[in-house]
C-alpha cells in the first residue's frame, strides 16, 4: 500500500469550531502533522509565533510568496494567510497526514495542485450557534465578527466542492469521525495507483 501521507483540507467557517477540533484530532492520534500557517494578522491574547501561527509583516509575506516558499495563500478579510510549502513536503514524506487547516480560496489551490488531497468542511449545526459562538469567543470586535459572518455566506456557497462535510456538534463524535474519514481515504483506488498496478501487474501472468 501507499505508505506516503496525504494532505487534509480542514476548512470551515470562522467560529465553526475548527481549532478546538484539530488540537483533539492531534492529541488523540499520533498519525498526523498540523501545518502552521504565516499570517499576517495580528495574534490574539494567548497566541504565540510558532504555535498557532508564524505571525509575520506585509513586507515578509510578500517575500514569501516571491521565493515561492508557500504551497498556497490567500487574502481572508484583509489579511494574508498561507501554508509554507517546507513544512508539508518534509511530512509527507515521512509517511504522516498533514493538516491544513485554510480557508476556501486556498483549499481551491491546494485541491488543483495536489488532485488526491482530501477536502473537508467542518460547520456548525446551525447559523444560530455559528453567531453564538463568534460572539462568545470574544476576541474579534463587532466589525470583524460581521466580516466573517458575511464570509461564511461566501463560502457556504463553495462547500460542493469538498469531499466530506463534519458537523461540529459534539466534539468527541466529531474527532473520531474526522480520523475515520481521514483513514477511509488511504483505501481509495486513486491513492493507491502502484499498488493496484502491481496487482494487475501479477494478474496477467495468470495463464
Ligand atoms: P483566523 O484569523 O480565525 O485564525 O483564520 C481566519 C481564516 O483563515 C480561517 O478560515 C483559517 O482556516 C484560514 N487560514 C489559516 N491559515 C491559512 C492559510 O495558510 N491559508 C489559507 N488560505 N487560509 C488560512
Known amino acids: 500500500m501507499n505508505n506516503k501521507g496525504i494532505i487534509v483540507v480542514v476548512s470551515g467557517f470562522s ?61 481572508y478579510v484583509g489579511n494574508y494567510y498561507g501554508t509554507p510549502k517546507a513544512f508539508v513536503e518534509e511530512k509527507l514524506d515521512q509517511g504522516k497526514d498533514v493538516i491544513l487547516e485554510i480557508e476556501i480560496q486556498g483549499a481551491l489551490q491546494i485541491k488543483k495542485k495536489f488532485p488526491k488531497a482530501l477536502l473537508l468542511f467542518v460547520t456548525p449545526p446551525s447559523v444560530d450557534e455559528l453567531k453564538k459562538r463568534l460572539i462568545g469567543r470574544g476576541t474579534e470586535t463587532e466589525d470583524v465578527i460581521h466580516g466573517r459572518l458575511l464570509r461564511a455566506k461566501e463560502e457556504g456557497q463553495g462547500i460542493d466542492e469538498y469531499d466530506n462535510i463534519i458537523i461540529n456538534d459534539d466534539l468527541d463524535t466529531c474527532v473520531t469521525t474526522m480520523h475515520e474519514i481521514i483513514q477511509a481515504a488511504h483505501y481509495t483506488p486513486d491513492r493507491n495507483v502502484e499498488f493496484i498496478n502491481s496487482i494487475r501487474e501479477q494478474l496477467s501472468e495468470l495463464k
Do not use: C
Open 15 to 75: 467560529g465553526a469550531g475548527k481549532g478546538t477540533l484539530m488540537k483533539a484530532l492531534l492529541s488523540k492520534y499520533d498519525n498526523y502533522a498540523l501545518s502552521i500557517s504565516a499570517t499576517t494578522r495580528n495574534p490574539r491574547p494567548g497566541e504565540t509565533h510558532g504555535k498557532e501561527y508564524f505571525f509575520v509583516t506585509k513586507e515578509e509575506f510578500e517575500k514569501l510568496i516571491a521565493e515561492d516558499g508557500l504551497v498556497e495563500y490567500a487574502n
